[in-house]
């Protein structure tokens, strides 16, 4: 098991930017797949973006050429560098860790981004 914190969410206006961190701590975090989920007010949360522990990357058609995922394992930390950010990335974000896309086995508690229009 890995616990995982965020930290970096907050308000900005549309077309700013933020960076999301996601601090790991237990077992080996090298070794997980980390990816980053959101969830809009009444809406089902939804995948962003993952990264692999060799570094391949996957995103959501929504934030390609805007988000960036991130890994230094040498920190036990992922990142989600978000540019040009839209009224609709408004949400919670989430990581998440696991050994393959869509298994996911421990979350983190959230943070809030929203985005002024």
């Known amino acids: 098991q890995v616990q995982l914190v965020e930290s970096g969410g907050g308000l900005v206006q549309a077309g700013g930017s933020l960076r999301l961190s996601c601090a790991a701590s237990g077992r080996t975090f090298s070794a997980y797949l980390i990816a980053w989920f959101r969830q809009a007010p009444g809406k089902e949360r939804k995948f962003v973006a993952a990264i692999r522990r060799g570094g391949d990357t996957y995103y959501a058609d929504s934030v390609k050429g805007r988000f960036t995922i991130s890994r230094d394992n040498a920190k036990n930390t992922a990142y989600l560098q978000m540019n040009d950010l839209k009224a609709e990335d408004t949400a919670v974000y989430y990581c998440?860790?696991?050994?393959?896309?869509?298994?996911?086995?421990?979350w983190g508690q959230g943070t809030q981004v929203t985005v002024s229009s």
């Open positions: 998440a860790a696991g050994l393959e896309l869509g298994m996911y086995g421990d």
